[in-house]
């Protein structure tokens, strides 16, 4: 079992930058794919960003590649988004994801353990 809690949400300006964290319990964490994925209202639930294991392979949508960088922290259990040159359209409610095969998915159905979300908004 894996309990994922999202943070570093917000209100941003178009822009601007955030960073969000995803804190996860369990002794197991450096052995799980990570992801993070978003869900405007509305709309279905897309991948936005993947990391693996050992953090060395990452995957991102074509809408936020350039700007946002996935990373992990296998010693803190910890998986980070930092989200750069912000954009409206990006405003969703920001939800991460562990995937026990230990790799970079990109398919919501890939992931066994999902957190809660932390709602990220940006004007314009």
């Known amino acids: 079992q894996v309990q994922l809690v999202e943070s570093g949400g917000g209100l941003v300006q178009a822009g601007g930058s955030l960073r969000l964290s995803c804190a996860a319990s369990?002794?197991?964490?450096?052995?799980?794919?990570m992801g993070w994925f978003r869900q405007a209202p509305g709309k279905e639930r897309e991948f936005v960003a993947a990391i693996n294991w050992s953090g060395g392979r990452t995957y991102y949508a074509d809408s936020v590649k350039g700007r946002f960088t996935i990373s992990r922290d296998n010693v803190k259990n910890t998986v980070y988004l930092q989200m750069n040159s912000l954009k409206p359209e990006d405003t969703a409610n920001y939800y991460c994801?562990?995937?026990?095969?230990?790799?970079?998915?990109?398919?919501?159905?890939?992931?066994?353990?999902w957190g809660q979300g932390t709602q990220v908004t940006v004007s314009s």
């Open positions: 994801a562990a995937d026990s095969a230990g790799v970079a998915a990109v398919r919501r159905g890939d992931y066994d353990y």
């Open positions: 369990g002794r197991t964490f450096s052995r799980y794919g």
